[in-house]
């Protein structure tokens, strides 16, 4: 709820629910922390007093504010600024959340005898399954954002008083004056807490949670970060905690191991060639993936777990793991990565912990034929990794990540018109012949016969002296359309692509037209243009944000659209790019044409000989010129034509289950 609360002020990518995973492991840290030491007080009569002081102030911060977790002010470093976004909105809550479940566990294992203490722990992430599911298909379809607030605030409270029931039974039933043993070295001996396993249990937690993430990452590059997109992956890593940690049966070393080693590779082409798979083999696949993967993971964890003097060590050791995976797959691999490699660093780690775990028994218990087997299956997804990156990297002339994505430049010679295309993670986001000689023509969705060509090349036309605002630059393509005194402004949320539009291709620096390209996201952009200067007046206001095969969710939406209407001018036309392999989003445009007023057009022009991209663009006007014209006429039919559907998004309200391809 809160990451989707945020999702437009980011960019409205996936880095976003990525930032959001880190901000929730840290907590998660921070409250097993707190209830580690707090175990540790001399009397239950301590530790009740002070855990009720907490639940009072975290009462107190209630209900949640919109206006405390949203902001419009972000700085060069996304993440922090999201963390600390989220640390003063709903930090204490959170704190509060994360410190129950471990010591609810840890204070019945001491006042209920014979009690399975560790299966409430598989009970509690049920209920977090339960939750994740709920919430994309039911709370977030039916509810706007400001009442899933409202009922997320009274749940808390209802929560809060549960748990202040739950302490008092707990003062009942234990002894308050009773003090905690002192464990001496002998008990800790026997409970068999030592460094070799707090090891373990820390690495094992850190490579669930980091194939968790990567997976995320690598399924939401095309898609948009919706929460069904989100919830999925989480809900699949909490089952795999919720089977083994209920009945530690589920782990059968070998069955796992040897279907791991086959997943593995199933992984790597996923990896290698995710596009080429259809969106719903895409999330059935990562999700087996990751599936298997944690069963591992979160298996040799339940097999090793302590008795219940050292549960809130243990927990504390896995949320420390947790943070770390976290921070590695959030933070690290963005600066040592150009790709999203952290996702094959996950799976190799499975492999040689597996071999490790198995290999520090005792020699004479060690499976030697469990050891050769992921030693083999090591050995042939790293060689099979090396072989298809070399492969698929062969024509990189550039290549860089940040918080906003991937992109690559590719020179791709082996065709009958080479071209050196930008590919943001696994989409091409425009094209220039490498042969080209003075003023590059542009090619792939921006090609003249498409839609945006036909009303560009229409309004050059009438006349000079137009004023063109363009969301998305990409490498830059509509700037050949510009004019001498034309104004064309481009606004690019990532800093990379505009290096990249600059630095390797020649649409802006040939074009006549003046260029500004002005850095940062489109939507907090015009609305500060607009307090600070007034309306562009904009001749013709494009749309074509993508990140991967993504549209940015927030650019779609009731308040974007006011927004771009108070920046066009009153017989200008507003334009959307909306070619998408995953999403149909025709109804989308149906729902703004219902909103706006204005007459649509859509243009569909199919691949050709010369150029393999399909291209859909849909225009709005109240321009009887433009629309009268016989080129729009023959190229285009009304929108109304292809759509039947009318779906209006707001801020306050959307979801894309409805227009996903499946």
Avoid at 25 to 32: I, R, T
Avoid at 455 to 482: C, T, W
Avoid at 611 to 638: G, H
Wanted: net charge neutral; aromatic share 14%.
């Amino acid at each position: 709820m809160v990451a989707k609360i945020i999702l437009p002020y980011f960019g409205g990518g996936s880095a976003v629910w990525t930032a959001c995973m880190l901000f929730y492991q840290s907590l998660l840290l921070v409250g097993y922390l707190y209830s580690f030491c707090i175990s540790k007080l001399r009397t239950v009569y301590q530790q009740l007093a002070v855990h009720s002081v907490l639940l009072v102030v975290g009462m107190a911060l209630m209900p949640l504010s919109l206006e405390s977790i949203a902001t419009t002010e972000i700085s060069t470093q996304p993440f922090f600024d999201i963390f600390t976004l989220l640390l003063l909105g709903i930090g204490a809550p959170y704190f509060v959340l994360s410190a129950t479940s471990p010591l609810l566990q840890y204070w019945l294992s001491h006042s209920v005898k014979s009690v399975q203490v560790y299966r409430l722990y598989s009970v509690s992430n049920v209920a977090a399954m339960m939750a994740l599911f709920c919430y994309p298909l039911i709370i977030e379809y039916n509810l706007a954002l400001s009442m899933q607030v409202w009922m997320w605030s009274g749940l808390y409270i209802a929560f809060s008083l549960f748990n202040f029931y739950c302490l008092y039974q707990v003062y009942r039933n234990t002894d308050k004056k009773a003090t905690q043993p002192v464990q001496t070295a002998q008990s800790k001996l026997a409970s068999g807490v030592n460094i070799t396993r707090c090891i373990k249990w820390f690495l094992l937690s850190a490579t669930g949670v980091i194939l968790l993430v990567s997976t995320t990452n690598n399924l939401t590059i095309n898609v948009p970060p919706i929460p069904f997109l989100w919830t999925l992956p989480l809900a699949l890593y909490l089952l795999t905690y919720i089977l083994c940690f209920f009945d530690e049966r589920v782990y059968l070393k070998w069955y796992w191991n040897l279907m791991f080693s086959v997943v593995s590779l199933v992984a790597l082409f996923l990896f290698s060639i995710g596009s080429q798979f259809a969106i719903t083999e895409q999330i059935c696949l990562y999700l087996v993936v990751l599936f298997v993967a944690c069963i591992i993971c979160h298996g040799e964890i339940a097999k090793s777990k302590p008795g219940k003097e050292d549960m809130t060590l243990f927990y504390l050791i896995l949320a420390a793991g947790g943070c770390a995976g976290s921070v590695f797959a959030s933070i690290l691999a963005t600066e040592l990565f150009t790709q999203y490699y952290e996702y094959i660093v996950g799976i190799c780690l499975v492999f040689v912990l597996s071999i490790a775990m198995e290999w520090q028994k005792q020699q004479g218990k060690v499976e030697r034929k469990l050891v050769y087997l992921n030693v083999v299956g090591c050995l042939v997804f790293v060689s099979l990794f090396y072989l298809m990156q070399s492969q698929f990297n062969k024509y990189n002339v550039y290549e860089s990540r940040n918080f906003f994505g991937i992109i690559q430049v590719k020179d791709i010679v082996n065709i009958d018109n080479p071209q050196r295309r930008l590919i943001d993670g696994y989409t091409s986001h425009g094209a220039q012949a490498l042969a080209h000689q003075g003023k590059p023509m542009p090619l792939s969705y921006y090609r003249p016969e498409t839609g945006v060509g036909v009303m560009l090349n229409l309004m050059a036309n009438n006349g000079s002296g137009n004023k063109v605002g363009i969301i998305g630059l990409g490498v830059g393509a509509l700037a050949y359309y510009g004019q001498a005194q034309d104004k064309f402004v481009f606004y690019e949320i990532n800093p990379d692509v505009e290096y990249v539009a600059k630095r390797y291709f020649n649409y802006l620096t040939t074009s006549a037209a003046t260029i500004d390209v002005r850095s940062g996201d489109a939507r907090v952009s015009l609305a500060n243009d607009y307090q600070q200067n007034g309306a562009h007046g904009f001749d013709m206001l494009i749309v074509d944000a993508f990140s991967s095969d993504s549209i940015p969710q927030h650019l779609l939406t009731r308040e974007a659209l006011a927004l771009y209407e108070q920046h066009l001018a009153a017989d200008g036309v507003l334009v959307f790019h909306i070619s998408n392999s995953y999403l149909d989003l025709r109804a989308i445009m149906s729902g703004i044409e219902a909103q706006s007023g204005l007459q649509s057009r859509y243009f569909k022009t199919s691949d050709s000989a010369t150029d393999t991209d399909q291209a859909e663009w849909v225009i709005f006007t109240s321009n009887m010129r433009y629309l009268a014209d016989p080129q729009v006429v023959s190229k285009s039919v009304p929108l109304r034509e292809v759509s039947q559907n009318v779906i209006q998004w707001s801020d306050n309200h959307s979801s894309l289950l409805s227009v996903i391809k499946l």
